[in-house]
């Protein structure tokens, strides 16, 4: 008998692939009526492969659930401490998309830094022949300190890729990292002092909301960059809306946004920001082999094997 498995939100191709070979698949945000389907098989789901949401009220449905499978590294969708109490398994796609990600806030860096952007709305409204060359750029990432947010895998790789760009790297993260070769800030705020450009990589969550507020922001300096690859929640938009209105900032490239797909009308119209649809990790590639460890991590425990990729919030049973 198949494991009757709920997907929530949009499953891509690969999952729904992936799902509906092992598993009896039930989609709950596409059903016709979800409540009805909770009602008809709730009791009997006992894994969820996430793509949406999985808050407590929904956990709290799903009395013989055993594990939630998170499409994503960051999983603050899930809420870890109710399955956590319930002694449901949580896991996550860390390392299969840290070097696309990386690679995506690189491209986003320069695209900032550079306004290619706005130079190419420049070409393409016929003005380089109208009016001539695109205006000479304030920014550049020669001879500038880039600080990152977050140095976990993804800050990591960003890291490295920033030298090769001749950018000096400066970090803040809860705790020092022993043996990093980049010096150490004890706060967002000391940090933002200290860089031109600002790579915020952090996860979303309580610990992290508005992490980036108007001191900090003003920190970063009226010739600094907010590059935001993180999370939507860790900055706090109307306060960079206002420092790009006032000067106190020179330009922000945003790959997330605090109220995803909607975007702060007061950045849409601005020409010194880049604006992403959250793109980080989106290639066919990428995608694919996150899709192909979220259904191998429930493979593997359903197979009695133990999660691949748990997160340390929830408790690891080795197996089933
Ligand atoms: C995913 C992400 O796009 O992994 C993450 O945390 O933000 C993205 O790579 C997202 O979780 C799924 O849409």
């Known amino acids: 008998m198949p494991v009757p498995v709920l997907i929530t939100g949009k499953p891509n191709r690969f999952i729904r692939e992936g799902i509906e070979t092992h598993f009896e698949a039930h989609d709950l945000d596409s059903a016709a ?43 603050d969708p899930i809420d870890t401490a109710a399955a956590a109490a319930r002694g449901v398994v949580v896991t996550n796609t860390p390392d299969v998309l840290t070097d696309e990600v ?14 290619l952007s706005a130079a190419e709305r420049w070409l393409r409204a016929g003005r380089w022949v109208k009016e001539g060359p695109y205006p000479l750029t304030r920014g550049s990432v020669r001879g500038r300190t880039m600080g990152i947010l977050g140095y976990g895998r993804i ?18 993260s809860r705790r020092k990292v022993e043996g990093a070769p980049h010096p150490w800030y004890p706060n967002a705020r000391a940090l933002a002092e200290a860089v031109d450009i600002l790579m915020i990589v952090l996860p979303g969550g309580a610990a992290t909301t ?7 922001i003003e920190a970063v300096g009226p010739e600094g960059f907010i590059i935001n690859i993180g999370r939507g929640s860790v900055l706090d938009e109307a306060a960079l809306v206002a420092a ?25 119209t601005r020409d010194d920001v880049v604006l992403l649809p959250h793109v980080a990790s989106a290639s066919e590639k990428t995608r694919g082999d ?4 979220q259904v191998a991590n429930l493979v593997s425990w359903f197979e009695g094997k133990g999660p691949v990729t748990p997160v340390p919030e929830t408790p690891v049973p080795a197996v089933r």
């Open 33 to 75: 009526d979800p409540e009805a389907l909770l009602a008809e098989v709730g009791p009997r789901i006992l894994g969820i492969a996430n793509c949406g949401a999985t808050p407590k009220e929904l956990i709290d449905r799903l009395p013989a659930l055993e594990i939630v499978c998170h499409f994503g590294v960051g999983y």
């Open 102 to 115: 990386a690679d995506t806030a690189m491209g986003l860096l320069l695209m900032t830094v550079r306004e």
């Open 155 to 172: 800050g990591q790789a960003i890291a490295r890729r920033g030298e090769g760009f001749g950018l000096k790297i400066a970090y803040h």
């Open 210 to 216: 508005h992490l980036v507020d108007a001191p900090v």
């Open 244 to 268: 790009l209105e006032a000067g106190k900032i020179l330009g922000a490239g945003l790959d997330v946004f605090e109220n995803e797909p909607e975007v702060h009308p007061g950045l849409m």
């Open 290 to 293: 996150m899709a192909a460890l």
